[in-house]
Structure formats: C-alpha cells, structure tokens
C-alpha cells in the first residue's frame, strides 16, 4: 500500500478526536484530519515529526490527512483503517500462511447480528471469517496491546466471531501491528479486562489469533512478518 507524496510536519496537538494541528517547515500551520478514534497512547506526542498525505477533493473541509509519526520508540502509522488493505494485500500475497487452500478473498462481508467481516475467505475447505485489528499501543520490552481504550465494539466482534464457528467455518482475529517498535503482541488486559477475558473464552472455543507486523516507511505499508501473541504478557 502506498502513500504517494507525503507532507512533513511537526505536531502541535490532536483534539476532538479528529483534528490535529501541525506545524509545516515554512511556518504555516494546518489543521489536518485524524483518521483515529482512539485514545492513541504514545503516537501523540508533542513536537514529534508527522507526515502528512494530500488530497485534491474539492469537498473536504481539511486537505490534509495524517498518516505517520515518528515516537520515541519508533515510527507508527495511526491511519487504522488503512490495516484492512494491508492485511488483504498479504493474503493475496500469500504472506499470511496457513489458507492457500482458500481461493476467494471478500471484503465487508454481513455475519452475525450487525457485524461485517473484515475480509471472508472461501475454499474447499469451508470459510475464514477475518477480524483485523490495529495496533499501535507500544509498552515496555517491546509489547504492543490492544485495545488502547475500552472497546464495546471490540468485544462484540469476539462474541459474533466465536459464534459463526462451526465444522467447515473457521474464524480468526488478526492483529495487523503499525509500530515499528512493537515486536510482540497482547491483550490489554489492564485497560479493558472485560476484552481480555471475552478473547480467552473465544480462543478456548476454537478462535484463532495471530498478530503480524508492518513494515512502516514513508512510501507505504506491507505486511511483513508473523509476531507472538500471547493474551497476558509474558
């Protein structure tokens, strides 16, 4: 996936949860759209470096997009939702191993009582109902944990996943991680335990979990590298 050209800046403060004003090199400062609803822990820290992208839409009341920042322990991509192409980018790259055997690959998919899957893979075998999740929350030894904040809507995916398993229908969560920092991957049990237990009842039911990182640059992201997971930190 990738960027195209991208602005740098310096970041000045993020507010309303969609905003961010950054500081461009000539001076000038800009308001930019955050494409995040989290509490983004660590990707926000004043003056740090961020890099921007541009869009020509006449519509738009903020041209520019945050995409990148530079923290201390490395650079994040906070634009979340970007993790659903790069997941699907590497299963069709064969870069997630273990369902060669599943041909089809769909997006947005209806299941359960009003949830979608992130992508649906479909085979001989059956079908893979996929969840991607983000992480970008860095913590010591190089843990990544997810959720950054406490997530309804996160435990509703983990129910509605655990019961579309059946014979032919497997289900995963896949923790797509955007931190370069970030080396392994947990439950953040101390911020949502409700979260973390709703994913030890799933697992014990036969959901598959697996994390794997990005690489993170200025020209883009792909999916690189299978990371350990563990629901507690270890």
């Given at each position: 996936?990738?960027?195209?050209?991208?602005?740098?800046?310096?970041?000045?403060?993020?507010?309303?949860?969609?905003?961010?004003?950054?500081?461009?090199?000539?001076?000038?400062?800009i308001t930019a759209h955050c494409p995040n609803t989290g509490a983004m822990t660590g990707c926000m820290p004043e003056g740090a470096p961020v890099w921007l992208s541009v869009s020509d839409?006449?519509?738009?009341?903020?041209?520019?997009?945050?995409?990148?920042?530079?923290?201390?322990?490395?650079?994040?991509?906070?634009?979340?939702?970007?993790?659903?192409?790069v997941v699907r980018e590497g299963f069709e790259a064969g870069r997630v191993k273990g369902f060669a055997d599943y041909s089809t690959l769909r997006s947005e998919v209806k299941y359960g009582e009003k949830s979608r899957a992130?992508?649906?893979?479909?085979?001989?075998?059956?079908?893979?109902?996929?969840?991607?999740?983000?992480?970008?929350?860095?913590?010591?030894?190089?843990w990544g944990a997810f959720p950054d904040a406490v997530s309804d809507r996160g435990r509703r995916h983990i129910r509605?996943?655990?019961?579309?398993?059946?014979?032919?229908?497997?289900?995963?969560?896949?923790?797509?991680?955007?931190h370069s920092g970030i080396h392994k991957v947990c439950a953040a049990g101390d911020i949502d335990p409700q979260y973390r237990d709703a994913l030890?009842?799933?697992?014990?039911?036969?959901?598959?979990?697996?994390?794997?990182?990005?690489?993170?640059?200025t020209r883009g992201l792909s999916l690189a590298r299978r990371l350990p997971f563990s629901l507690d930190p270890v």
């Open positions: 996936m990738e960027f195209g050209k991208l602005v740098q800046g310096r970041l000045l403060r993020r507010y309303k949860r969609f905003l961010a004003d950054v500081e461009l090199p000539q001076g000038e400062v839409s006449k519509t738009r009341k903020y041209a520019h997009t945050w995409e990148l920042v530079d923290t201390p322990a490395g650079l994040a991509c906070i634009h979340s939702a970007l993790a659903n192409k992130d992508l649906l893979l479909e085979g001989e075998p059956g079908r893979v109902f996929v969840e991607v999740k983000c992480v970008t929350l860095h913590r010591s030894d190089g509605e996943l655990q019961g579309v398993m059946d014979a032919a229908t497997r289900a995963l969560l896949l923790f797509c991680v955007f030890a009842e799933a697992m014990a039911a036969g959901l598959e979990v697996q994390a794997y990182a990005a690489e993170v640059t």
